[in-house]
């Protein structure tokens, strides 16, 4: 009969039902993300994208696994499985390392001095750009948007397109060959992006949790201070997080700016190690690398769990 | 009383104004293998004799050092100098490869040392081999203190020719048969193709794999020159023609790779340690670098004794027989820094530190070869089998001309090896883009046809 399935045949469903179902489905995902819970995905899914990051990260997890058992290897066999357990790779961390009769300068100098660029672009760029970016995000100013058109403007240019320029100003400074110009010069090239991160974070925070600090007494300090920066932990976490990788990672104007092996960090002390390749120690190296690697694992794996907190939403005051 | 202590206090002041002695660092950097660091390390004892010779004559100064080794490619260590000059921090005494004072006198990096050299000459400098002195000048003035020369010899593995049915007798006359010019670059690609054809060994050649002094070397050994004889910088295509012609022949032969110039250094060094090459076209220097880096790999760093059991050096053999063989030397030497706040402290230590002891204490450790009569003779320097035996390669050695436009004709010179290797221009061709390249660089340049 008309609308009746007939005995025995798979019912059929319109084709619009499945549609209507499919948005439902999507809608509800999207409701629950605006609401911070976690979106659930059908098992299939889960299998699928859980197959397709592993193929994914499997390479990137095996090199880092390479260098890890190759610090620790006397020798490779064929260059990839490790054959005897050595610490003789690690010596750099208990005597200065020896190229030919040279002794090179001990790791610890030359880590304190990666540290030292990293910590004080990390601390400058979070100071900064958490105070610029509130501004940015909540003042209505002359010039706030060309303000904004120009700090990305800057983050576009490579950093190798302003090397002779930066060498200048620096020589005019007679900050060349100091640890204090390159931290500088990062610094400023860096707060541009770390601001229109930060910036995003504030227009998160919606207006009626600053109202109602203000009708609770507080100023515009107290207001920052008190009510939005703990807001404002991710945001915090994400830009620290990469302001302290883009000091501990970086190479390009230390290796341009300074020329005295003190004042060296790891990333060009790895340069050296390497050399021409042609004298280049590979289990040394290895080591080197997987110690240079530990801080960024370190300060990734304390802030992660503060960059997925990423979600806002009103409160009542 | 009061009186008394005034005077006293004065002459307390002027006591120590007198006797006051000032330390000054003197900043040094090298560059070089493993096996070359005796370069710098030198310095360490060298600082103390100076210091005591200050001492001695009631100098107010006395010196202290900083060493820094580079380690990295020629054209960053260059880059280095450059940008650490403008901002002032450049090294005072820097060891730099001869061919490089051109550019660097001519940009008023490094001072005029004649006056220097003057001074010490009865001290450190009288024996000092003349050709060296050519080495290091420019515009008629010395720019820089020899600090080592070498030979680059054809080595080549002994054991590879055992097995080619070679005898004991045959092998160690190789070397003396070159010398003599019975054998020929042609007789070399053929033993080089035996070789390969029987499967001994992967490689007939290996040449280095980055610009450098030897396809100069084999420009000059094919009969090429630079200079015409009113001294006028000039290229010959014939003999231009036929080195390319002999890289080319080569890769037909199925004895040197065609991607040579791709290879790095390391894998170079292992296949000749490793018996995977037949000769090597390398430096007296690898001799030593051999001993210091692990490049077998199961053996490591070579024992000395299996070098003299596996590995041979000859001159590099003429293209014609009865031709004369030939080498090339790359003398390393000394330039200072035309900032230096202490030109005189810093030639004492220069005059000192080429006294043949040290010279010595470099050559052995680095297999370099020494640049003063006076050190040649050095009971350890005479006693070591290794330097006794290439030494006498220095009468068929050649040097690269210290001319600031050089450069212009060892870059495409290389450029055109690597095209002819790569299959990428016939040597005609490639003679040809050599002229064009040549010409646009150096206007007035004279080919001869």
Known sequence: ?317 | MRKFGVLLGILLIMAVGIFAVTTVTIKIEGVGSPADTTRITNFGDAVKIANNILAACDSPYRIKIETTWFQGGWDEYRKEYILAFKAGKEPDIRAEGHEDIPWMADAGYILPLDKYVKKYNDIAYYDVYPSLWDAVKFNGKIYAIPQDTEARPLYFRKDVLRKLGWSEEKIANFPKEIEAGNVTLDDLIAIAKEAVNKGLVEYGFLHRPSNGGFFTMMYYDFGGKLFDEAGNLIVEEKPLLNTLQFFKKMVDEGVLPSSMTNISWRSIHKAFVEGRSLFWFGGTWHWAEWQRVAYHSKLGALPESYEWENIGFALNPPPEKGGKPITMSHPFTYVVSSHTKYPELVNLLLAVVSSPKFLVNHALASGHLVTRASAAIYPSYVKNKFVASVTPMLKYTTVLPNNLAFKKIMDPLYGAVQAVELGKLSPEKAVKWFEEEVKSAIPNIKIVK
């Open chain 1, 1 to 317: 009969m008309k609308g009746q399935t007939p005995r025995g045949a798979t019912q059929v469903i319109p084709k619009r039902a499945i549609y209507s179902l499919k948005r439902k489905k999507k809608k509800e995902r999207r409701a629950q993300e605006v609401r911070g819970e976690a979106v659930t995905f059908s098992r299939r899914n889960e299998i699928i994208s859980t197959i397709i990051m592993t193929i994914i990260s499997i390479p990137i997890f095996l090199s880092y696994l390479w260098l890890f058992l190759s610090s620790f290897s006397a020798k490779m066999w064929h260059g990839l499985i490790p054959l005897k357990f050595t610490l003789h790779n690690w010596r750099f961390l208990w005597q200065p390392i020896k190229f030919g009769a040279v002794m090179h300068t001990s790791i610890w100098p030359i880590t304190l001095n990666t540290l030292l660029l990293a910590l004080a672009v990390t601390i400058s760029e979070v100071l900064v750009s958490t105070l610029s970016g509130y501004a940015l995000s909540r003042f209505r100013f002359k010039g706030r948007v060309m303000i904004q058109g120009m700090t990305m403007l800057l983050h576009a240019f490579p950093g190798v397109a302003l090397l002779i320029a930066i060498y200048y100003v620096l020589y005019t400074m007679r900050l060349l060959d100091t640890l204090w110009g390159v931290m500088l010069v990062k610094i400023s090239l860096e707060i541009p992006m770390s601001t229109n991160i930060i910036k995003g974070f504030f227009d998160n925070i919606p207006w009626d949790i600053e109202w109602s600090s203000f009708v609770d007494g507080c100023n515009r300090w107290q207001t920052w201070r008190y009510v939005i920066l703990p807001l404002l932990k991710p945001g915090i976490a994400a830009i620290s997080l990469f302001s302290f990788l883009s000091g501990w990672g970086e190479f390009l104007y230390i290796y341009t700016f300074i020329f005295t092996s003190k004042k060296q960090t790891l990333a060009t002390f790895l340069n050296s190690l390497i050399g021409e390749f042609k004298f280049v120690d590979y289990g040394l190296l290895s080591a080197v690398a997987t110690f240079y690697m530990i801080p960024t694992l370190l300060f990734f794996i304390f802030t992660q769990k503060a960059l997925l907190q990423m979600s806002f939403g009103g409160r009542k005051a």
